[in-house]
Nanobody, 124 residues
Framework: QVQLLESGGGLVQAGGSLRLSCAASGRFFSRCAVGWFRQAPEKDREFVAAIHWSSSSTYTADSVKGRFIISRVNANNTAYLQMNSLKPEDTAVYFC?????????????????WGQGTQVTVSS
């Protein structure tokens, strides 16, 4: 079992930055791929970024490439999403997800464990 708790969301002006954290409890976080997804009102949940359990590989959606960076510190059971140059279209609820796997899923169906989400609002 892995339980996830996101934090770090908030209101920021366009061009600003936020760092989201995903704190995990449970024994298996260091064996989990972690993904970040977001969901805007009346839209499907969208892939943002994902990272291998060893940090050996990362994947980032084209819409945020060059602006968002995913990372993790297994010793702290925490994953991060650094978000720079934020745009109003980045406004959404951001979720972290985890899956015990040697792969790096980039779809919601690839993850079993989910956090409750944190709201990110970017004003223009």
């Amino acid at each position: 079992q892995v339980q996830l708790l996101e934090s770090g969301g908030g209101l920021v002006q366009a061009g600003g930055s936020l760092r989201l954290s995903c704190a995990a409890s449970g024994r298996f976080f260091s064996r989990c791929a972690v993904g970040w997804f977001r969901q805007a009102p009346e839209k499907d949940r969208e892939f943002v970024a994902a990272i291998h359990w060893s940090s050996s590989s990362t994947y980032t959606a084209d819409s945020v490439k060059g602006r968002f960076i995913i990372s993790r510190v297994n010793a702290n059971n925490t994953a991060y999403l650094q978000m720079n140059s934020l745009k109003p279209e980045d406004t959404a609820v951001y979720f972290c997800a985890a899956q015990i796997t040697n792969a790096v899923p980039t779809t919601p169906g690839g993850y079993t464990y989910w956090g409750q989400g944190t709201q990110v609002t970017v004003s223009s």
